[in-house]
């Protein structure tokens, strides 16, 4: 048997049951309902179905995509990392803001009382 049939079963009876209790919790089924049951019990056939026939694995040589070859013509580096005396600031950084706090000047007046 190929896949991964006990992955399959364990995923679809939670998958059941927590469908269930969703549906209980949006009052779409009544507690009393036999569909509680029964969704866990049809999540397992289901995920045991998907686990057999899904195409889940690595799969056989001639799927596999072939592996990526490095051109000849390209540079062996970018040409910034070649530099190592770049500098890396940042030039359109504001400038610093100036504290906007009241205080007195010499050449204001004192407020009048």
């Known amino acids: 048997m190929k896949g991964r049939p006990f992955l399959g ?3 679809g009876f939670f998958f059941g049951l ?16 036999h569909l509680l049951w029964i969704l ?7 995920g045991l179905l998907m686990a057999t026939w899904a195409p889940f694995g690595s ?3 001639s799927q596999q995509a072939p592996a990526a070859t490095a051109s000849p013509t390209a ?3 970018p040409p910034a990392a070649a530099s190592p005396d770049t500098d890396d600031t940042v030039a359109d ?5 100036e504290s906007t706090t009241n205080t007195p000047d010499s050449t204001e007046e004192p407020p009048a009382q």
């Open 9 to 11: 079963v364990i995923s």
């Open 18 to 33: 927590f469908g269930g209790i969703t549906l209980f919790l949006f009052g779409v089924i009544p507690l009393d309902s």
């Open 40 to 46: 866990p019990i049809v999540g397992i056939v289901l």
């Open 59 to 61: 799969g056989s040589k």
């Open 75 to 77: 540079p062996a580096t």
């Open 93 to 97: 950084e504001d400038p610093p803001v």
